[in-house]
């Protein structure tokens, strides 16, 4: 049996919270307990918000934890060239356009808008016959009228139609710079990256990266969405809470028990304890993991 490739691509933009350091758990111990391999990527296509030194912090933060990984691949901002030839790859096959909307068309409230507020793409430019002078136009992708599915390691059974639920969806913004999707498809795909485990709100992105795939000639890999991590008055916990800074919590509690806290909150195991991540991975299982959002107390943890 081919051993699994797993990665964990954080942006290095500030400091590792709670969710963050929950998703990189999981992602490790989902490779390391079938003697996988992992790999480490920087996602700052946002050169404005990211830096080498807040990179550098997060390879340390990662250490603490104990989440090693076997290869380091260039981040992103080093990688253009190599989107430029997957983005003439699309062009060859007829697929990109150019797109004029502004943000304020796109949110517009008269325009398609699914449950959760995210609005679909309409395809106004798709057909576009005069463009705007003296705008630069974003690139989108033509999308198929098709139902994309897969059985999520975390999520179990997800199902979406791209061009109802998406719409023709942006690779390139108007300034140059290459976007997610594209992105981490490229990269996951060049890397031989065979299961891709992160965040639940990343969930609805998978079928976008399934089309590109298919696009590109990568396989799909495996995906596993992790649950989010909510205080117990269900606010997301995010690292808005200055108590969740991974910065923070070093100085106050060891690896050991922030690992065992977020390991019994999600039910990977029975009675709180601490524990390592090569503890974990022995008897780590995504049968017991919750499929729901995980509740905890952020304030226990350094009680």
């Given at each position: 049996?081919?051993?699994?490739?797993?990665?964990?691509?954080?942006?290095?933009?500030?400091?590792?919270?709670?969710?963050?350091?929950?998703?990189?758990?999981?992602?490790?111990?989902?490779?390391?307990?079938?003697?996988?391999?992992?790999?480490?990527?920087?996602?700052?296509?946002?050169?404005?918000?990211?830096?080498?030194?807040?990179?550098?912090?997060?390879?340390?933060?990662?250490?603490?934890?104990?989440?090693?990984?076997?290869?380091?691949?260039?981040?992103?901002?080093?990688?253009?060239?190599?989107?430029?030839?997957?983005?003439?790859?699309?062009?060859?096959?007829?697929?990109?356009?150019?797109?004029?909307?502004?943000?304020?068309?796109?949110?517009?409230?008269?325009?398609?808008?699914?449950?959760?507020?995210?609005?679909?793409?309409?395809?106004?430019?798709?057909?576009?016959?005069?463009?705007?002078?003296?705008?630069?136009?974003?690139?989108?992708?033509?999308?198929?009228?098709?139902?994309?599915?897969?059985?999520?390691?975390?999520?179990?059974?997800?199902?979406?139609?791209?061009?109802?639920?998406?719409?023709?969806?942006?690779?390139?913004?108007?300034?140059?710079?290459?976007?997610?999707?594209?992105?981490?498809?490229?990269?996951?795909?060049?890397?031989?990256?065979?299961?891709?485990?992160?965040?639940?709100?990343?969930?609805?992105?998978?079928?976008?990266?399934?089309?590109?795939?298919?696009?590109?000639?990568?396989?799909h890999p495996a995906y596993g969405h992790v649950p989010m991590l909510m205080a117990?008055?269900?606010?997301?916990?995010?690292?808005?809470?200055?108590?969740?800074?991974?910065?923070?919590?070093?100085?106050?509690?060891?690896?050991?028990?922030?690992?065992?806290?977020?390991?019994?909150?999600?039910?990977?195991?029975?009675?709180?304890?601490?524990?390592?991540?090569?503890?974990?991975?022995?008897?780590?299982?995504?049968?017991?993991?919750?499929?729901?959002?995980?509740?905890?107390?952020?304030?226990?943890?350094?009680?």
């Open positions: 049996m081919e051993k699994p490739v797993g990665r964990f691509a954080p942006t290095p933009s500030g400091r590792m919270h709670l969710g963050n350091v929950f998703a990189a758990l999981i992602a490790w111990l989902s490779v390391r307990s079938r003697n996988g391999s992992l790999v480490l990527r920087m996602e700052d296509l946002d050169t404005q918000r990211t830096s080498a030194e807040f990179a550098q912090t997060l390879r340390d933060d990662l250490k603490w934890l104990g989440l090693t990984w076997d290869v380091e691949t260039p981040p992103q901002s080093q990688r253009s060239v190599v989107y430029d030839r997957y983005f003439e790859k699309l062009m060859d096959l007829g697929l990109l356009y150019p797109c004029y909307c502004t943000r304020s068309q796109l949110h517009n409230v008269n325009a398609p808008h699914l449950s959760d507020g995210t609005y679909v793409y309409p395809g106004t430019c798709r057909e576009l016959q005069t463009p705007p002078a003296g705008r630069l136009p974003a690139w989108r992708v033509k999308v198929p009228d098709r139902d994309y599915e897969l059985t999520d390691m975390g999520r179990g059974y997800y199902r979406q139609n791209l061009l109802r639920e998406c719409g023709d969806f942006v690779v390139r913004r108007a300034d140059g710079v290459y976007v997610y999707q594209l992105a981490v498809t490229v990269d996951d795909g060049e890397a031989g990256v065979t299961e891709v485990v992160r965040g639940m709100d990343l969930l609805g992105s998978a079928p976008r990266q399934m089309y590109l795939q298919e696009l590109l000639g990568f396989r117990p008055d269900g606010r997301r916990l995010s690292k808005r809470d200055k108590d969740l800074d991974l910065g923070y919590l070093r100085s106050h509690i060891s690896a050991e028990h922030l690992i065992g806290t977020l390991a019994f909150a999600s039910g990977l195991i029975e009675k709180p304890q601490d524990i390592s991540a090569a503890e974990l991975a022995a008897v780590f299982s995504w049968e017991n993991l919750n499929r729901e959002d995980v509740y905890l107390d952020a304030a226990a943890l350094t009680v």
